[in-house]
């Protein structure tokens, strides 16, 4: 009997989080690849950053999808949190923006899952992005895959693959605050 896997709607930042992260996932789901970043900043950034997004998810023979780049809704929900430090309540808005918008987006496309390979970050918590996740299944009535995907060797495979392809590698989070504090 062959079962079809689950649909799972993966967000992914960058082609870095999307080299290896797929690939793992790919044994138990059918998995797309879904590029919404409206905090990355520059344009020019944005620009490098989708670049090697097509380039991991060709790699790992998966589809992406790119989410609408607005970053003017982003700097408009965070604004009065521009002097917030890294990993603090505008992060916690950022991240809750784009799942929501990744959940919205598995409900209108039947997807029965959804993650981020936000978690695979270094200074990204699991423990704020996770809750996030499960919040935004249950208004859309959807599975939230909680992972920490750096853990379990997760961060390593990661920095591997990407190295072994020559993807492009941001040296800030994506958001104008985090690039003027790297």
């Known amino acids: 009997m062959n079962l079809a896997k689950p649909k799972l709607l993966l967000h992914i930042c960058c082609g870095v989080c999307g080299a290896w992260i797929p690939k793992k996932l790919s044994a138990d789901f059918d ?3 879904y590029f919404f970043n409206p905090n990355i900043a520059p344009a020019e950034e944005y620009e490098r950053r989708l ?3 097509w380039q991991a998810a060709a790699e790992a023979g998966v589809e992406l999808i790119e989410g609408r780049y607005q970053p003017e809704e982003w700097l408009a929900l965070t604004r009065g949190h521009e002097n917030d430090p890294e990993g603090g309540e505008r992060c916690e808005m950022c991240f809750s923006l784009r ?3 990744t959940a919205k987006y598995a409900k209108e496309n039947n997807y029965q899952y959804f993650t981020s ?3 695979v ?3 990204k918590k699991a423990a704020m992005i996770n809750p996030l996740g499960e919040k935004w299944a249950r208004q859309f009535g959807l599975n939230f895959l909680a992972e920490d995907f750096k853990k379990s060797g997760g961060q390593v495979e990661t920095d ?3 190295h072994r ?3 492009y590698r941001q040296n800030y989070c994506g958001c104008v605050f985090s690039m003027k504090k790297s």
């Open 160 to 162: 591997k693959e990407s």
């Open 51 to 53: 670049a090697a997004a």
């Open 31 to 33: 998995v797309t690849l």
């Open 121 to 123: 970050g270094r200074n």
């Open 99 to 101: 799942l929501g918008e």
């Open 165 to 167: 392809l020559g993807l």
């Open 117 to 119: 390979t936000l978690t």
